[in-house]
């Protein structure tokens, strides 16, 4: 079975563009996560969607936005990128929304912005 | 007050002993508890979940919780070298929704 896929690995953005960052979950899994995580700190939450519809947000800014699909995969985008976006940002499968079952990650995106 | 709290260590233990990796969260209503390992450069894997008072075991790795004290520690007996990465502490805090808030992480050193 695949894991949780995510795309692209890596990529270099200059401040102000726009970008997009994509997830595909595990098989049967319906609960999609986004998290940010800047280099020494944890994970910080971005957002929760499950069965399509948005659960949770995290204390982020409004540039940032997601979406789940009907296949559930998901996309994040993020809008006039700032220098402190530059991250790994993580996306999380799990097949309930509680929450309470751990999460498998994919591998991320490191994104940089220049 | 940080939600979910971590040494960041490093923390140095020698190969063969037991290291402790502790964790305090500040929500008393918060119902699961997750420690994931992070190798540098990867993303973080999760190892063992606890949801009640008290220690459950799961080969070298023993989790254990306190609500009272809101507290969660992770034991690794017999560490080996291929141990050593940063381990995640994360709680699900009670809000309603799904919302798994991840401490900083402690570094673990195992010295052959």
């Known amino acids: 079975d695949a894991g949780v896929t995510q795309s692209p690995t890596h990529l270099i953005k200059t401040r102000g563009q726009h970008v997009t960052l994509r997830c595909s979950p595990i098989?049967?899994?319906?609960?999609v996560s986004w998290y940010q995580q800047v280099l020494g700190q944890g994970p910080q939450f971005i957002f929760q969607y499950y069965e399509k519809e948005e659960r949770g947000r995290g204390n982020f800014p409004d540039r940032f936005s997601a979406r789940q699909f009907p296949n559930y995969s998901s996309e994040l985008n993020v809008n006039a990128l700032l220098l402190g976006d530059s991250a790994l940002y993580l996306c999380?499968?799990?097949?309930?929304?509680?929450?309470?079952?751990?999460?498998?990650f994919g591998s991320g995106t490191r994104l940089t912005v220049v | 007050q940080k939600e979910v709290e971590q040494n960041s260590g490093p923390l140095s233990v020698p190969e063969g002993a037991i290291a402790s990796l502790n964790c305090t969260y500040s929500?008393?209503?918060?119902?699961?508890f997750f420690w994931y390992r992070q190798y540098s450069g990867k993303s973080p894997e999760l190892i063992m979940s606890i949801y009640s008072n008290g220690d459950k075991e799961d080969g070298r790795f023993t989790a254990q919780l306190n609500k009272a004290s809101q507290y969660v520690s992770l034991l690794i007996r017999d560490s080996q070298p291929s141990d050593s990465a940063t381990y995640l502490c994360?709680?699900?805090?009670?809000?309603?929704?799904?919302?798994?808030?991840f401490g900083t992480g402690t570094k673990l050193q195992v010295i052959p």
């Open positions: 994360a709680v699900n805090m009670d809000g309603g929704y799904q919302k798994v808030t």
């Open positions: 929500d008393r209503g918060s119902q699961s």
């Open positions: 098989s049967g899994h319906k609960s």
């Open positions: 999380a499968s799990s097949w309930d929304s509680t929450g309470n079952y751990g999460y498998t």
